[in-house]
């Protein structure tokens, strides 16, 4: 079956660590994004990429990068300048040109928590 | 700038209930709409999209929105809940041609049997 594979669904990370989650995807969609929710704050952008080799940030981009080295993969490394990493994060894809087909498909997410 | 607004935190409904959810948006263009699901401990799924034409679209599970342009409105709504529709909802928009979508901070559903 096609879709996203996020791992792992729990980390656990100590303050001052870099962490980076993985995303996946075999629905061979150009573009990938990653965003964070929080509770009563709904989803917010951190980064996207519609091609391989380019990424755009999001809203809110500091305190993490990212690579997209291959079509499939865009992990997230959330580093030690993350004020406030504790989030739950979502991967997500979609079909760049056709609009008729067009919407994301969701991974299951990644919990990350700081202790 | 983009935004979505859900003004409804919390909804609760008892089953065969109407359910309507508000989403406003703000945007300087034309619009893509999206409604999204999040079943309790499942994925966001789609539940129905707005790029062009009717204003009324028909989603999934029975879950209808209507576009209003000149409210800047994208509501959802069905006519009869039921308890398996308990979940968190959100609104999202895209400008058209961009692929990024802007979600609203979500609506959660809970329905009463």
């Known amino acids: 079956d096609g879709g996203i594979t996020q791992s792992p669904k729990y980390l656990f990370r100590k303050e001052g660590q870099n962490v980076t989650l993985s995303c996946e995807q075999n629905l061979n969609h150009d573009a990938m994004y990653w965003y964070r929710q929080d509770p009563g704050q709904g989803l917010r952008l951190i980064y996207y990429s519609q091609i391989v080799n380019d990424f755009q940030k999001g809203d809110i981009a500091e305190g993490y990068s990212v690579s997209r080295e291959k079509k499939e993969s865009f992990p997230l490394t959330v580093t030690s300048a993350q004020k406030n990493p504790t989030a739950f994060y979502l991967c997500a894809s979609s079909i760049v040109w056709d609009r008729d087909a067009y919407g994301y498909t969701f991974g299951s997410g990644t919990r990350l928590t700081v202790v | 700038a983009q935004s979505v607004s859900q003004h409804n935190h919390h909804v609760i409904l008892s089953e065969a209930a109407s359910l309507e959810l508000g989403c406003n948006y703000s945007y300087g263009g034309t619009v893509n709409l999206f409604w999204y699901v999040q079943y309790p401990g499942q994925h966001l799924q789609l539940l129905l999209k707005?790029?062009?034409?009717?204003?009324l679209v028909k989603g999934i599970k029975g879950f209808e929105a209507e576009f209003i342009k000149s409210k800047f409105s994208f509501n959802l709504r069905k006519p009869s809940v039921q308890w398996s529709d308990t979940a968190e909802y959100f609104c999202?928009?895209?400008?058209?041609?961009?692929?990024?979508?802007?979600f609203g901070t979500g609506t959660r559903l809970t329905v009463i049997p």
């Open positions: 999202a928009v895209n400008g058209r041609g961009a692929n990024n979508l802007f």
């Open positions: 707005y790029f062009s034409g009717d204003p």
